[in-house]
């Protein structure tokens, strides 16, 4: 019996539970327009409230996975294994523009569905996008034939995969619903589910300037479980590993200059140790998981080797070319790139070391520079951001700024600079050393330290 849109809402706003039959219900509503913007958003709200089951979620994630086309590569002739990556987003987070090229050269194929900025987290295919030319929403046949030319290809969800989700995703943006454990799943299983990968790992973010932002492990530990179990129900082999999120990743926020930190990293020319070791664990749990390595030792040094010949360099080239972004890039990041005509430094009050930092404060700073979303279609400015951002325990002073702003006009960048001069906290000396970049693993819903 099929029930008004209105009349499900209304369910799960007082508590019951959904079942298999209603869920899809709901999902082939988002997908066919039948349910308004108001009413996806009232659903938003009313698991964001009320949560959902295990069972409710695994529906939810199988019918939006379901919701449109799935890749098939057992045709294709790849010759190894297809594997993914996924980061419940960060501040500075340009981990997956390294990790997939790696991943190819180390004999893996990467077919990577990804997103728009969410709040405060910066987006993947929003720093894609500044690369002039390149297709982020590529039809399938061109997607299939980036990944066998190139080993990765990069992509954002077009019309044909997870269309569900595509709708639903832009609206928990601006529905203050991005934090809940369930529709976060949901969105990203959704996706990895539709481009049917062989193995994926999933980066649950833990800090100030996560998602689900909280001093304890708790709420992450809550959302990787949760991950797990969906994964394990679909059929899909995941790992997940937490990661530290309460300073920025690298030394860069903002999408061109992060496109261009990536290539820092690919070409050796300058590499962040944190963000070092956090795509080394994420691409060597991969390589482990697609039987590219015996083990975790055996896999960082097939990470390093790839980084180090030049071939993680080449297969980012050779995806951003099969995409129609320009063919020298690697080579010439600055030329390609658009740049913001104001440079600013973000001084301290006081000379001192970083003792703390509020990474989603850094976070919203470049949000307002215009690098970040308010409404769900607002542009992206590609060019503003942030450069040589310090870390906790980095020493600050007039000559050693907490930042270089990159921004439109004089009046925004001023106002970014005491926004970071905010989100920092200014000492003789931190108020302990910076945890580690990679926090736990997660397996069978256990975690042990890392």
């Not at 999408?255 to 080394?280: K, P």
Request: a neutral charge; charged letters at 20%.
């Amino acid at each position: 019996m099929r029930h008004p849109p209105g009349e499900l809402i209304r369910r799960k706003r007082d508590g019951a539970a959904l079942d298999e039959r209603e869920i899809q219900q709901l999902v082939a509503g988002i997908v066919d327009g039948s349910m308004s913007e108001g009413q996806i958003a009232a659903f938003a709200m009313a698991v964001y409230f009320r949560g959902m089951s295990a069972e409710e979620c695994t529906a939810l994630t199988l019918s939006m996975a379901r919701s449109g086309a799935t890749l098939d590569w057992t045709e294709a002739g790849l010759g190894g294994p297809v594997l993914d990556k996924h980061s419940t987003g960060g501040v500075g987070d340009k981990v997956s523009l390294v990790l997939a090229p790696v991943v190819a050269a180390a004999g893996g194929f990467v077919p990577m569905i990804s997103g728009r900025a969410l709040g405060h987290t910066g987006g993947t295919l929003d720093k894609l996008a500044s690369i002039p030319g390149y297709d982020v929403a590529p039809d399938l046949a061109r997607f299939r034939e980036a990944v066998r030319a190139a080993g990765c290809a990069i992509v954002g969800q077009t019309d044909d995969l997870a269309p569900a989700d595509r709708r639903l995703y832009a609206i928990r943006d601006v529905t203050a619903t991005v934090d809940s454990i369930p529709l976060i799943t949901a969105s990203i299983l959704s996706k990895k589910l539709a481009a049917r990968a062989d193995a994926l790992v999933l980066d649950v973010k833990v800090g100030s300037g996560a998602i689900l932002s909280s001093p304890t492990l708790e709420p992450a530990t809550a959302l990787a479980e949760s991950l797990l179990a969906v994964s394990e129900a679909a059929g899909l082999p995941a790992v997940v590993v937490l990661t530290d999120m309460a300073q920025a990743l690298g030394h860069h926020v903002g999408n061109a200059l992060e496109v261009e930190e990536a290539i820092d990293v690919l070409t050796g020319r300058r590499r962040h140790a944190r963000l070092h070791a956090v795509t080394s664990a994420l691409a060597s749990e991969l390589l482990v998981l697609g039987g590219l390595a015996a083990d975790h030792a055996a896999a960082a040094l097939a990470v390093e080797r790839a980084l180090a010949s030049g071939a993680a360099a080449e297969r980012f080239a050779r995806m951003v070319a099969a995409l129609g972004g320009p063919t020298d890039l690697v080579e010439r990041p600055r030329h390609r790139l658009d740049g913001a005509p104001v440079r600013l430094d973000a001084t301290p009050e006081r000379a001192g070391v970083i003792a703390r930092m509020d990474a989603r404060a850094i976070g919203l700073a470049v949000a307002r520079l215009g690098g970040g979303r308010a409404r769900a279609h607002d542009g992206i400015d590609h060019a503003v951001g942030l450069a040589d951002v310090r870390g906790v325990g980095d020493a600050v002073d007039r000559d050693r700024p907490i930042a270089v702003v990159h921004a439109r006009s004089t009046t925004a960048a001023e106002a970014a600079a005491a926004a970071l001069r905010a989100a920092v906290t200014v000492a003789d000396a931190p108020d302990a050393p910076a945890g580690p970049p990679v926090i736990a693993r997660l397996g069978h819903g256990r975690a042990r330290r890392a």
